[in-house]
Protein backbone atom coordinates (compact mmCIF):
# COMPACT_ATOMS: atom_id res chain seq x y z
CA UNK A 1 0.00 0.00 0.00
CA UNK A 2 1.12 3.75 -0.33
CA UNK A 3 -0.38 5.91 2.02
CA UNK A 4 -0.16 9.29 3.18
CA UNK A 5 -0.82 9.12 7.40
CA UNK A 6 -2.19 12.96 8.34
CA UNK A 7 -2.88 13.69 11.99
CA UNK A 8 -1.60 15.99 14.85
CA UNK A 9 1.10 15.10 17.11
CA UNK A 10 0.09 12.29 19.18
CA UNK A 11 -3.02 10.65 16.84
CA UNK A 12 -0.81 7.44 16.87
CA UNK A 13 0.35 7.46 13.17
CA UNK A 14 3.51 5.90 14.11
CA UNK A 15 1.14 3.56 16.14
CA UNK A 16 -0.73 2.68 13.29
CA UNK A 17 2.17 2.94 10.51
CA UNK A 18 4.01 0.11 12.31
CA UNK A 19 0.84 -1.96 12.76
CA UNK A 20 0.25 -1.67 9.00
CA UNK A 21 4.04 -2.89 7.98
CA UNK A 22 3.05 -5.86 9.28
CA UNK A 23 -0.05 -6.43 6.87
CA UNK A 24 1.56 -6.32 3.41
CA UNK A 25 5.50 -5.61 4.02
CA UNK A 26 5.55 -1.66 3.37
CA UNK A 27 7.82 0.36 4.90
CA UNK A 28 6.78 3.02 7.31
CA UNK A 29 8.81 6.58 6.50
CA UNK A 30 8.76 8.78 9.14
CA UNK A 31 10.30 12.01 8.44
CA UNK A 32 10.41 12.70 12.73
CA UNK A 33 12.06 9.36 13.07
CA UNK A 34 14.56 10.24 10.10
CA UNK A 35 15.48 13.69 11.61
CA UNK A 36 15.64 11.80 15.20
CA UNK A 37 18.25 9.32 13.88
CA UNK A 38 20.44 12.40 12.03
CA UNK A 39 20.56 14.18 14.85
CA UNK A 40 21.42 11.27 17.28
CA UNK A 41 24.38 10.36 14.26
CA UNK A 42 25.50 14.26 14.62
CA UNK A 43 24.87 14.87 10.55
CA UNK A 44 24.79 18.72 9.28
CA UNK A 45 21.10 18.00 8.54
CA UNK A 46 20.45 16.90 12.38
CA UNK A 47 22.42 19.74 13.47
CA UNK A 48 20.75 22.01 10.80
CA UNK A 49 17.00 20.16 12.19
CA UNK A 50 17.81 20.06 15.99
CA UNK A 51 16.86 23.29 17.62
CA UNK A 52 13.36 23.78 15.77
CA UNK A 53 12.48 20.17 16.88
CA UNK A 54 13.10 20.65 20.12
CA UNK A 55 11.05 23.94 20.08
CA UNK A 56 8.52 22.11 18.35
CA UNK A 57 9.21 24.36 15.14
CA UNK A 58 8.55 22.45 11.84
CA UNK A 59 12.37 21.73 9.80
CA UNK A 60 12.28 24.40 6.99
CA UNK A 61 10.80 22.42 3.83
CA UNK A 62 13.84 22.37 1.63
CA UNK A 63 15.53 20.27 4.18
CA UNK A 64 12.59 18.14 4.53
CA UNK A 65 12.42 17.69 0.20
CA UNK A 66 16.02 16.89 -0.17
CA UNK A 67 15.95 13.78 2.82
CA UNK A 68 12.06 12.57 1.18
CA UNK A 69 13.49 12.31 -2.61
CA UNK A 70 16.31 10.94 -1.70
CA UNK A 71 14.24 8.16 0.64
CA UNK A 72 11.46 7.87 -1.57
CA UNK A 73 13.70 6.45 -4.28
CA UNK A 74 14.93 3.60 -2.34
CA UNK A 75 14.44 -0.04 -2.98
CA UNK A 76 12.61 -0.60 0.03
CA UNK A 77 9.90 1.27 -1.12
CA UNK A 78 8.93 -0.88 -4.12
CA UNK A 79 6.57 -3.19 -2.03
CA UNK A 80 4.83 0.15 -0.68
CA UNK A 81 5.29 2.98 1.73
CA UNK A 82 2.90 4.83 4.59
CA UNK A 83 4.20 8.51 4.71
CA UNK A 84 4.12 9.38 8.61
CA UNK A 85 4.64 13.03 9.33
CA UNK A 86 5.22 14.28 6.00
CA UNK A 87 3.65 16.05 4.15
CA UNK A 88 3.44 18.88 7.00
CA UNK A 89 2.76 21.82 5.07
CA UNK A 90 0.80 23.07 1.54
CA UNK A 91 4.18 23.72 0.10
CA UNK A 92 4.98 20.09 1.12
CA UNK A 93 2.40 18.56 -0.69
CA UNK A 94 2.45 20.58 -3.63
CA UNK A 95 6.47 19.02 -3.99
CA UNK A 96 5.44 15.78 -3.26
CA UNK A 97 2.72 16.07 -5.83
CA UNK A 98 5.47 16.55 -8.61
CA UNK A 99 7.77 14.23 -6.99
CA UNK A 100 5.34 11.14 -7.20
CA UNK A 101 4.71 12.36 -10.83
CA UNK A 102 8.28 12.05 -11.66
CA UNK A 103 8.74 9.13 -9.73
CA UNK A 104 5.65 7.79 -11.40
CA UNK A 105 4.22 6.88 -8.30
CA UNK A 106 0.38 6.71 -7.56
CA UNK A 107 -0.78 6.65 -4.02
CA UNK A 108 -3.93 4.56 -2.71
CA UNK A 109 -4.89 7.02 0.05
CA UNK A 110 -4.48 9.85 2.59
CA UNK A 111 -5.66 9.05 6.19
CA UNK A 112 -6.65 11.66 8.95
CA UNK A 113 -6.95 10.24 11.94
CA UNK A 114 -8.56 12.07 14.10
CA UNK A 115 -8.60 11.90 17.79
CA UNK A 116 -9.89 14.91 20.44
CA UNK A 117 -6.89 17.11 22.08
CA UNK A 118 -7.49 15.86 25.73
CA UNK A 119 -6.42 12.53 24.98
CA UNK A 120 -3.53 13.89 22.05
CA UNK A 121 -2.03 15.96 25.46
CA UNK A 122 -2.81 12.11 27.92
CA UNK A 123 -1.08 10.69 25.33
CA UNK A 124 2.31 12.91 24.35
CA UNK A 125 2.81 13.26 27.87
CA UNK A 126 2.82 9.36 28.93
CA UNK A 127 4.50 8.32 25.43
CA UNK A 128 8.29 6.83 26.21
CA UNK A 129 10.42 6.21 22.53
CA UNK A 130 13.71 3.70 22.21
CA UNK A 131 16.60 5.63 22.29
CA UNK A 132 17.81 3.67 19.96
CA UNK A 133 17.52 5.63 16.66
CA UNK A 134 17.60 2.21 14.17
CA UNK A 135 14.54 1.00 16.73
CA UNK A 136 12.86 3.63 17.78
CA UNK A 137 9.73 1.35 19.07
CA UNK A 138 6.88 3.88 20.72
CA UNK A 139 5.21 3.10 24.48
CA UNK A 140 3.25 4.28 26.32
CA UNK A 141 3.64 3.98 30.59
CA UNK A 142 -0.30 4.20 30.50
CA UNK A 143 -1.43 2.06 27.48
CA UNK A 144 1.50 0.06 25.83
CA UNK A 145 4.30 -0.49 28.51
CA UNK A 146 7.53 -2.52 28.13
CA UNK A 147 7.38 -5.69 29.74
CA UNK A 148 10.29 -4.57 31.70
CA UNK A 149 10.41 -0.84 32.99
CA UNK A 150 12.52 1.63 31.25
CA UNK A 151 14.07 -0.89 28.53
CA UNK A 152 12.93 -1.34 25.18
CA UNK A 153 11.26 -5.33 24.22
CA UNK A 154 12.62 -5.36 20.73
CA UNK A 155 15.98 -3.95 20.94
CA UNK A 156 16.63 -3.82 25.07
CA UNK A 157 17.89 -0.13 24.75
CA UNK A 158 16.76 1.98 27.26
CA UNK A 159 13.30 4.20 26.65
CA UNK A 160 13.14 7.99 26.88
CA UNK A 161 11.24 10.76 26.69
CA UNK A 162 11.36 13.10 23.71
CA UNK A 163 13.55 16.42 23.90
CA UNK A 164 10.13 17.60 21.98
CA UNK A 165 7.73 15.95 25.31
CA UNK A 166 8.32 19.23 27.44
CA UNK A 167 4.16 20.80 28.28
CA UNK A 168 5.87 24.28 26.40
CA UNK A 169 7.03 22.01 23.37
CA UNK A 170 4.22 19.80 22.89
CA UNK A 171 1.39 22.81 22.80
CA UNK A 172 3.64 24.90 20.15
CA UNK A 173 3.25 21.72 18.24
CA UNK A 174 -0.03 21.62 18.56
CA UNK A 175 -0.38 24.94 17.44
CA UNK A 176 1.92 24.26 14.55
CA UNK A 177 -0.09 21.82 13.29
CA UNK A 178 -3.43 23.70 13.56
CA UNK A 179 -1.41 26.63 11.65
CA UNK A 180 0.71 24.54 9.01
CA UNK A 181 -0.74 21.07 8.57
CA UNK A 182 -4.49 21.10 9.51
CA UNK A 183 -4.93 23.05 5.83
CA UNK A 184 -3.77 19.64 4.03
CA UNK A 185 -7.14 17.79 5.53
CA UNK A 186 -9.41 20.13 2.87
CA UNK A 187 -6.04 20.17 0.53
CA UNK A 188 -6.81 16.20 0.05
CA UNK A 189 -10.35 16.17 0.48
CA UNK A 190 -10.51 18.38 -2.76
CA UNK A 191 -8.47 15.88 -4.84
CA UNK A 192 -10.81 13.14 -3.23
CA UNK A 193 -8.23 10.85 -1.91
CA UNK A 194 -8.92 11.68 1.65
CA UNK A 195 -10.52 9.08 4.41
CA UNK A 196 -10.78 10.54 7.85
CA UNK A 197 -11.00 7.70 10.68
CA UNK A 198 -11.58 8.44 14.58
CA UNK A 199 -8.16 7.40 16.09
CA UNK A 200 -9.05 6.42 19.76
CA UNK A 201 -8.44 2.93 18.53
CA UNK A 202 -5.50 2.02 16.56
CA UNK A 203 -7.04 -1.25 15.61
CA UNK A 204 -9.94 0.28 14.34
CA UNK A 205 -7.90 2.84 12.08
CA UNK A 206 -6.03 -0.48 10.45
CA UNK A 207 -9.14 -2.03 10.10
CA UNK A 208 -10.61 0.55 8.33
CA UNK A 209 -7.55 0.87 6.00
CA UNK A 210 -7.46 -2.38 5.09
CA UNK A 211 -10.94 -3.02 4.35
CA UNK A 212 -10.69 0.12 2.11
CA UNK A 213 -7.70 -1.37 0.03
CA UNK A 214 -9.70 -4.56 0.33
CA UNK A 215 -6.49 -6.32 1.84
P1 LIG B 1 7.19 13.61 14.45
O1 LIG B 1 8.08 12.60 15.04
O2 LIG B 1 6.52 13.35 13.15
O3 LIG B 1 6.14 13.99 15.56
P2 LIG B 1 4.57 14.29 15.46
O4 LIG B 1 3.87 14.47 14.19
O5 LIG B 1 4.48 15.41 16.38
O6 LIG B 1 3.96 12.95 15.78
P3 LIG B 1 4.29 12.12 16.98
O7 LIG B 1 5.43 11.20 16.66
O8 LIG B 1 4.45 13.00 18.18
O9 LIG B 1 2.92 11.33 17.19
P4 LIG B 1 2.25 10.13 16.42
O10 LIG B 1 1.00 10.63 15.74
O11 LIG B 1 3.21 9.35 15.57
O12 LIG B 1 1.78 9.29 17.67
P5 LIG B 1 2.38 7.94 18.31
O13 LIG B 1 2.05 6.76 17.47
O14 LIG B 1 3.81 8.14 18.72
O15 LIG B 1 7.95 15.02 14.28
C1 LIG B 1 8.78 15.55 15.29
C2 LIG B 1 9.39 16.87 14.80
O16 LIG B 1 10.18 16.63 13.61
C3 LIG B 1 8.39 17.94 14.36
O17 LIG B 1 7.91 18.70 15.46
C4 LIG B 1 9.24 18.77 13.38
O18 LIG B 1 10.13 19.61 14.07
C5 LIG B 1 10.05 17.71 12.67
N1 LIG B 1 9.39 17.20 11.45
C6 LIG B 1 8.96 15.93 11.23
N2 LIG B 1 8.42 15.82 10.01
C7 LIG B 1 8.49 17.05 9.45
C8 LIG B 1 8.08 17.58 8.18
N3 LIG B 1 7.47 16.82 7.26
N4 LIG B 1 8.29 18.91 7.94
C9 LIG B 1 8.91 19.70 8.85
N5 LIG B 1 9.33 19.25 10.07
C10 LIG B 1 9.13 17.93 10.36
O19 LIG B 1 1.43 7.85 19.61
C11 LIG B 1 1.54 8.80 20.64
C12 LIG B 1 1.41 8.09 22.00
O20 LIG B 1 0.08 7.59 22.13
C13 LIG B 1 2.33 6.87 22.19
O21 LIG B 1 2.73 6.78 23.53
C14 LIG B 1 1.43 5.66 21.84
O22 LIG B 1 1.85 4.51 22.54
C15 LIG B 1 0.07 6.18 22.32
N6 LIG B 1 -1.03 5.66 21.51
C16 LIG B 1 -1.08 5.64 20.14
N7 LIG B 1 -2.25 5.13 19.74
C17 LIG B 1 -2.95 4.83 20.88
C18 LIG B 1 -4.24 4.29 21.15
N8 LIG B 1 -5.05 3.94 20.14
N9 LIG B 1 -4.64 4.14 22.43
C19 LIG B 1 -3.83 4.52 23.44
N10 LIG B 1 -2.59 5.02 23.28
C20 LIG B 1 -2.15 5.18 22.01
Redesign the pocket.
Known amino acids: MKLILL ?1 A ?8 AKMLTKVDGSVQI ?4 I ?1 RGEVQAGTELGKQ ?1 EA ?2 NR ?4 P ?1 SL ?1 MGMMEKRLQQPDTKKGFLL ?6 IP ?1 AEALDQLLRKLSIHLDMVVNIDVPRDVILD ?2 T ?3 TCSNSSCQA ?3 VK ?2 PPKKEGICDKCGSPIVQRE ?1 ETVEAISH ?1 LDTYNQKTAPLVSYYQKKGTLKSVH ?4 DAVVQAVTSELGL
Open positions: GPGAGKGTVSTGDLAYMGDLVDIDGFPRTQRLTRRIYNSMDRGTSS
